[in-house]
């Protein structure tokens, strides 16, 4: 009934596990501060800062906030998101232009893009309609093993993929006559889409559909017996988390300027996982603070590690041990922590934030 | 058998049929418009064998790997590097003592000492949450994959058979006759014949240990209710313990196994999980029999994938796998 009462005043109980919505406003001035100075970074900040940083960050805390919303709202634990990405990357590719003349077809760069975001989105949506079918902890198997034979598809396959060199040279387009490959263009085109994107979860996850989605997650059973189809609520989920990482996949493979199998790969699956996970998956600004994190370690992490005298190939085993100490005591991730610091020193009567990886 | 007759006749006579057939290509000798079809029948008969084979290898990971999942809801996602690092193991103490068959006994020891100690120290502490077991499991198989990076670098491996395993065998099956009368019969390495083998005896023994024993009945109880077994008064820990400690031990003897007819090197460990992820959606999670077909069918696809479309043989795999999702998504041989 609870839920219920929720649907109509729009506002969830306070007994209601979190995540929710309503506490991510823009109503602190930190965040007002954080928009304020996205929008003048380009004033100071080098091409490499506004590029290999931060659109980087924006790109892949998209794809990561896709799987937030899904395992955090939904409570479905994905790993086909990034292949999500990849795929529309691909038909850009493909649909596009690139340096492989004998596949890309060549369409103008509008059309291309979205039949891409069409043609993944439908694929995202296609695989959750499979995973859903199953409970819990299959979601989890059945997405690795999905994302797993696209990587080997595009690998054996060169007639439509190009096998193990896969596109290169897919370029921006220019487009109000203005060269969107240059940093500061690009920069708030990412940074645009990261924002559309972080709105439209924050909006969907306390809309009508929002609230239902998470009421199947804490008892679908329940949910079951108010006259919801739990079923249909799940993959609708997957069809929108599947847009919102076909869109960042766009501007990945713009971003880099290329895709090859191993953009999607076992690894970079996984990576989107611990992005989310260290971010945080009880908030949508969790998987942006993740993807930052992990985008100065792949940065400067082999720097540090060589000046302090460690061996820099080793990065791998230090994002390893960190995602491990992370799952093993703080399993909210960063804002996790964050939260737990803030409720023992600064607002003590503030009430408990639960949620994320149980 | 007999009641699936009687429940599904028409399936049973299909079924039927279609193994007369396989028995016919099998031992027949082809008529030319049968090759123009399929090809020389040795290589319609090396696919099948490599194929069950496989299934015979797949079967030895995928086992642990529901045993692990059914009795603990643990996906254990690090079950490839559990594999690969076993098969490491097994390439250093080959090369060390010479002995092929004492090294599957020390990769399983030690892996399954591993395999002790990470459900003592972590599992243990966070039973119930699946999906945080399933993210530590990731995070071990990342910290595992890049140790092993350091140690053993990116070369190929591959563990030394003993003398007495090398060189082909022939087999009684006529691949062609020759113009002068003469049959040629088919010649197959006799190690994976062994390796075959020894997976289906223990995959013998073990289902003979899960259904006649004190011990399996105790597995099989804790399968279907753990809260309850724990309630009769077992130590369900301890019984927890012994699984993980033989799915690990299977996953590094596998792992040797694996290192003797396939190769060793990083990458592996996430085929070898792909493919027993893929053996236990299609065959039925936490049930040894489905993972027996869900490996054979796998096995099987994979071979006669790469043979018949080369550029398609994942999808094939794939294909099976959504299909059986789609039309039975608890998989094949589990009751629902």
């Not at chain 1, 924050?202 to 739990?230: C, H, I, K, W």
């Not at chain 1, 949508?284 to 370690?297: D, E, M």
């Not at chain 2, 996906?75 to 690969?84: E, F, K």
């Not at chain 2, 099989?220 to 724990?230: K, N, P």
Request: with cysteine; glycine share 12%; charged share 10%.
């Amino acid at each position: 009934m609870a839920v219920e009462a929720s649907r109509t005043s729009g506002i969830l109980p306070a007994s209601a596990p979190a995540p929710t919505a309503a506490s991510s406003l823009p109503r602190y001035p930190a965040l007002w501060l954080l928009a304020l100075f996205l929008l003048i970074l380009p004033a100071f900040g080098s091409d490499f800062v506004l590029i290999q940083l931060f659109g980087w960050t924006f790109i892949l805390g998209m794809i990561a906030l896709s799987l937030m919303f899904l395992g955090g709202y939904g409570g479905m634990v994905s790993l086909v998101q990034m292949t999500v990405a990849g795929c529309a990357g691909y038909m850009v590719a493909i649909f596009g232009t690139s340096a492989v003349a004998e596949i890309s077809l060549g369409w103008p760069w509008w059309l291309a893009v979205v039949v891409a975001i069409v043609i993944a989105t439908l694929f995202g949506t296609l695989s959750g309609a499979l995973s859903v079918r199953t409970e819990g902890i299959y979601t989890i198997m059945i997405t690795l093993a999905i994302a797993s034979a696209f990587f080997y598809f595009t690998l054996q396959n060169y007639s439509i993929f190009n096998g193990f060199s896969g596109f290169n040279a897919v370029r921006v387009p220019q487009v109000f006559g203005i060269d969107w490959r240059a940093a500061v263009p690009f920069y708030y085109l990412t940074l645009f889409w990261a924002v559309i994107a972080y709105l439209a979860v924050v909006y969907v996850s306390r809309s009508p559909f929002g609230l239902a989605l998470q009421g199947t997650r804490d008892n679908a059973r329940r949910m079951e017996a108010l006259g919801f189809n739990v079923t249909a609520h799940r993959i609708a989920a997957y069809a929108f988390a599947s847009v919102i990482a076909a869109v960042a996949g766009v501007l990945l493979v713009w971003h880099g300027g290329q895709i090859s199998p191993g953009t999607a790969g076992v690894g970079p699956v996984v990576d989107i996982l611990i992005i989310a996970v260290a971010g945080g998956m009880s908030r949508p600004i969790g998987p942006f603070i993740g993807a930052l994190i992990y985008v100065l370690l792949r940065t400067f992490a082999l720097d540090v590690m060589e000046a302090v005298g460690l061996d820099g190939k080793r990065f791998q085993l230090l994002v390893g041990v960190g995602f491990l100490l992370i799952v093993l005591f703080s399993p909210d991730g960063v804002l996790g922590l964050w939260q737990r610091w803030h409720r023992r020193f600064l607002a003590p009567a503030a009430p408990p934030a639960r949620g994320g990886v149980r | 058998m007999s009641r699936f007759i009687e429940r599904h006749p028409a399936w049973a006579l299909v079924a039927i049929l279609a193994l007369a057939f396989l028995l016919y290509l099998v031992l027949a000798t082809w008529p030319p418009g049968l090759e123009e079809v399929l090809g020389r029948k040795r290589v319609f008969l090396t696919a099948l064998i490599n194929g069950i084979t496989l299934g015979g290898l797949y079967f030895l990971v995928a086992s642990g790997f529901t045993l692990i999942f059914g009795l603990m809801r643990n996906v254990n996602l690090a079950h490839g590097s559990l594999y690969l690092l076993g098969g490491y193991l097994g390439y250093e103490f080959a090369n060390l003592t010479g002995g092929w068959v004492l090294s599957l006994v020390i990769a399983f020891i030690i892996i399954a000492a591993l395999g002790m100690v990470l459900q003592f120290t972590i599992f243990r502490w966070m039973e119930g949450q699946d999906l945080r077991q399933t993210l530590v499991t990731i995070a071990i198989s990342i910290v595992l994959a890049d140790l092993m990076l350091w140690r053993w670098g990116g070369d190929f491996y591959q563990v030394p058979s003993p003398s007495w395993l090398t060189g082909p065998v022939q087999l009684p099956l006529v691949t062609a006759v020759r113009s002068s009368g003469e049959a040629v019969y088919l010649q197959y390495p006799l190690v994976r014949l062994i390796i075959f083998a020894g997976a289906v005896v223990i995959g013998v023994l073990m289902w003979l240990a899960l259904n006649r024993t004190k011990v399996g009945m105790l597995v099989r109880a804790g399968v279907d209710d753990r809260d309850m077994l724990s309630a009769t008064g077992v130590r369900v820990q301890l019984v927890f313990l012994g699984v993980f400690a033989f799915g690990a031990g299977l996953a590094g003897f596998a792992g040797v196994v694996g290192g003797t007819f396939q190769s060793l090197q990083p990458g592996e460990d996430t085929k070898i999980l792909l493919a027993s992820l893929v053996v236990v959606i299609v065959g039925g999670m936490g049930s040894i029999p489905g993972a027996a077909l869900g490996a054979l069918i796998i096995g099987l696809a994979e071979q006669f994938g790469s043979v018949y479309m080369p550029t398609y043989a994942v999808v094939l795999t794939f294909v099976i796998m959504v299909l059986v999702l789609a039309w039975r998504p608890q998989g094949l041989l589990r009751g629902s």
